[in-house]
């Protein structure tokens, strides 16, 4: 098959696919691929591929055609094709949980500064280093991405790419516990019609994130029994589609809301199942969230060793992630408390920063007197 005929067959794969016909497009992009002799063609039918994959939830195709993507690149020789084919690959073991491997492939498509796609693409390699960042509980790390991703959204009136940090940003004060923002920034993004962009796409990880987005807004306000459906559709996209920090996310929250009914039993069976996925991605922040819950079940219980177990776990996590407040101390993360991150991306509780009237951040003494979009 020749450069003309791979263009061809590649165009009617993107017909087939835009007109939701995606297992027809799957076999033409396919067939594309077994037989085409054109390495710009291939690369492009492997971008193709890799993106079908990706908003189906089967990441483990999707790290596969990115493997080979990234192989097409070095026989191209080109800079912009070894851009894209990394940031591939980033975005395959992001989706798998392999945050390590993330970090280190994004890092590899920022040093490419200059060529012409690494200037489009860094707003997409910053959004995937971000939620490695938050992946491994780095939250210092991956708000400064989120906040170099939103400006490039911003800067390039990328709707798309705007509405995934959203989400993005949205999990990230969940996991805090700071809701006003948690709300807000899944409202923003229901704003970019987020769901309708999803479902219109068939991007199901975006749906599941954005279901447990307003799953955790209903809990948060004592709504369980419109939660717990929510947590159950995100559970079985989340499960489908292999990604499980997600799936420590979704047992967490339903946890919380057995508890809320008093069914501490049935919170312990959705924490125990947490954890084991948690201590198998090195999730701190979801160990320091089970800790908190086990310690709250466990003083209703009166079960003072059990108790004491989970009190020491718990500080062990705060001082392994410092994920405290630099101002009072207290921790952030164990209960519902505004936040507010500095232009250095350091997070403090909003009052303790209002108290003391500071213009500088009390952690590394940068100016903070510069805006920020997060």
């Not at 990441?59 to 990394?86: C, G, H, N, W």
């Not at 949980?97 to 860094?122: A, D, P, R």
């Not at 177990?309 to 519902?336: A, P, Q, T, W």
Request: aromatic share 8%.
């Amino acid at each position: 098959m020749g450069q003309d005929q791979t263009k061809q067959q590649i165009e009617k794969g993107l017909h087939l696919y835009q007109s939701n016909h995606t297992e027809k497009a799957l076999q033409v992009w396919m067939r594309v691929l077994e037989k085409s002799a054109d390495p710009a063609g291939r690369f492009r039918v492997l971008g193709c591929l890799i993106t079908a994959h990706a908003e189906m939830g089967r990441y483990k195709d999707m790290l596969k055609f990115a493997v080979v993507q990234i192989d097409t690149a070095r026989e191209l020789d080109d800079p912009d094709f070894l851009t894209e084919s990394y940031l591939n690959l980033a975005r395959s073991n992001e989706k798998l949980c392999e945050f390590q491997k993330t970090i280190s492939y994004c890092k590899t498509c920022l040093n490419m500064q200059g060529t012409t796609v690494s200037l489009q693409l860094n707003g997409q390699v910053s959004l995937s280093m971000g939620n490695a960042f938050m992946g491994l509980s780095v939250f210092q790390k991956a708000l400064e991405c989120f906040e170099k991703a939103l400006r490039y959204a911003h800067n390039n009136d990328d709707k798309m790419l705007e509405c995934r940090v959203c989400c993005s940003l949205g999990n990230f004060y969940a996991q805090l516990k700071d809701y006003e923002k948690a709300l807000f920034f899944p409202c923003k993004a229901a704003e970019l019609e987020s769901m309708k962009i999803a479902l219109q796409h068939g991007d199901r990880p975006l749906q599941a994130l954005c279901l447990l987005c307003f799953a955790d807004i209903h809990r948060s306000r004592r709504d369980v029994q419109t939660a717990f459906p929510r947590y159950d559709s995100s559970m079985s996209i989340m499960t489908e589609i292999g990604n499980r920090l997600g799936q420590v996310q979704v047992l967490l929250g339903v946890a919380k809301c057995w508890m809320i009914r008093k069914e501490l039993e049935k919170a312990l069976e959705n924490i125990e199942k947490a954890q084991e996925l948690a201590e198998g991605l090195g999730n701190k922040l979801g160990l320091l969230k089970l800790h908190c819950l086990c310690e709250r079940i466990y003083r209703a219980k009166g079960q003072q060793r059990e108790l004491r177990d989970h009190v020491v776990k718990f500080h062990e996590c705060v001082e392994e992630m410092e994920l405290y407040c630099g101002m009072c101390g207290e921790s952030i993360g164990e209960r519902n408390n505004q936040l507010q991150a500095l232009p250095c991306s350091h997070v403090f509780h909003l009052k303790c920063l209002q108290t003391n009237g500071t213009r500088g951040c009390p952690n590394c003494r940068r100016s903070s007197l510069k805006p920020g979009y997060v």
